[in-house]
């Protein structure tokens, strides 16, 4: 049993089962790098306030960045003799500078290095994930392009609502990850802010600078308050709350490709390469990429939960729950990279198939809004608009017609203020190419949409 670094207050050893069930090893190890970037900068503030000496800063860094080296390489690999990571690199350090490593500790407590590793973790897990909706954003786009002139039905109450294009369809999904981003940027706001310097709890009496700590790092801030600087971890709930979102994105996304793939829809389909078969029934091409997506939804409410759960009791300052922080923030982050990448290569390997789909809005009603509409634009209260058109479609209904197949003669029987103008809005197209108002489906507010995203998106031939 290797001796603790702390172990000078006690006579006995950890008892074998204490040791195992608070070793965090096992999951933080994955935090060496940032770890080791985060004590040459603390190691190099203690030489600039004169605490460590130039000669004994050389020896340290230079030992840092071969613990850093060996663990890459698989030399040096942290087990369970470790308690965490920053004891079994501060302990291989010393085996390799000696002495002069206890130095490294000085001015500061795992208690504010391990909140320093998490926000250095984060903040570059945050950076990877928003490239990544990036990437599912221009392969949405890129659909949406390829799709720009398909009409397909728009759903409310997965009921056929208004035609609408497939494009603006795809392009409210582009919208929903923009969100997505947002919140990831707005929270690495928070993320960036350096704790190292609060201690355990109370500050330190010895020179420290912070700022310069934080200048080396990259924080845009400074932690105001110790006690805070290591019992914080809002800044992880938010990330899991914004993850979460996020994964209900991806999860309603694939709800919709599940729905349009089966026999029922025959939307689109998936190439065989993103499929998979039944042990079974040997016709059958599932789509479990986009139902595991789906799943792994719960997975990331699942870390938020626990986060949260976590945190709700925690009085000040440092608790040893808050150990308890990485193994869903690591689960949530693997899990939304994960989920991204393969939904982006999902959309890569989807076509639609426009015959199907037109035929799907062929007789489905969804114009009755626009003959609504219509007769609002020639002066009928709405309510009563609507209520003509209702009388309409159920005679439709009855006499077993389209709505498509209405003539001027029928239309007039039921209000005198159609004309010859309200048979041309009977057609999908017409009553797409009909809409104004920002935002909608029209031809137009979808191209100039298209274009502004592919601008953003830097996509030049899609």
């Not at 990485?326 to 393969?342: N, Q, R, W, Y």
Request: charged content about 25%; overall charge positive.
């Amino acid at each position: 049993m290797t001796k603790k670094l702390w172990s000078g207050r006690f006579d006995k050893a950890m008892a074998p089962e204490v040791e195992r069930f608070t070793a965090s090893i096992g999951f933080d190890r994955r935090l060496y790098a940032h770890d080791i970037k985060g004590s040459i900068a603390h190691v190099r503030m203690l030489s600039k306030v004169g605490l460590v000496s130039k000669s004994e800063l050389r020896r340290i860094v230079g030992g840092l960045q071969k613990v850093r080296a060996e663990i890459e390489k698989g030399v040096f690999a942290p087990g369970p003799e470790y308690e965490d990571i920053h004891m079994a690199v501060e302990t291989r350090l010393k085996k390799i500078v000696g002495p002069v490593a206890d130095k490294l500790h000085t001015a500061r407590s795992r208690n504010d290095q391990v909140a320093l590793d998490t926000r250095l973790f984060l903040r570059d897990e945050i950076g990877a994930i928003v490239s990544e909706i990036r990437g599912l954003q221009r392969s949405l786009v890129k659909v949406a392009s390829k799709n720009s002139a398909l009409i397909m039905p728009g759903f409310t109450h997965l009921q056929h609502g208004q035609p609408v294009l497939a494009a603006h369809h795809l392009l409210a999904y582009v919208e929903m990850l923009e969100r997505d981003i947002a919140r990831m940027e707005d929270c690495l706001k928070r993320v960036n802010v350096l704790p190292l310097g609060a201690g355990a709890v109370a500050g330190t009496s010895l020179p420290i600078d912070r700022a310069y700590v934080a200048k080396l790092l990259g924080f845009e801030s400074v932690s105001a308050n110790s006690m805070d600087a290591v019992s914080d971890r809002d800044y992880l709930m938010e990330f899991l709350a914004a993850a979460a979102v996020c994964g209900i994105h991806l999860s309603r996304m694939a709800e919709e490709v599940v729905l349009w793939v089966s026999r029922e829809f025959s939307f689109i389909e998936i190439d065989l390469s993103y499929c998979t078969g039944s042990s079974l029934m040997p016709q059958k091409a599932n789509p479990d990429v986009a139902e595991l997506v789906r799943g792994k939804a719960g997975r990331l409410l699942g870390a938020l939960v626990s986060m949260l759960t976590v945190m709700k009791g925690l009085p000040l300052s440092y608790n040893r729950d808050l150990q308890e922080d990485k193994e869903p923030l690591f689960d949530a982050v693997g899990t939304l990279h994960a989920s991204l990448m393969i939904m982006t290569g999902l959309w890569e390997r989807i076509r639609f198939r426009p015959v199907r789909i037109r035929m799907s809005v062929d007789g489905d009603f969804s114009q009755a809004t626009d003959l609504a509409e219509f007769l609002v634009m020639n002066g009928c209260p709405f309510r009563e608009a609507h209520h003509t058109v209702g009388r309409l479609v159920a005679d439709c209904i009855k006499r077993g017609i389209r709505i498509e197949d209405l003539t001027l003669k029928d239309l007039r029987a039921f209000s005198m203020l159609f004309n010859e103008k309200a048979l041309a809005i009977l057609s999908p197209e017409k009553g797409i190419a009909g809409k104004k108002s920002y935002g909608s489906t029209s031809p137009l507010g979808v191209s100039t949409a298209l274009r502004g995203w592919k601008k953003k998106l830097g996509i030049k031939n899609a």
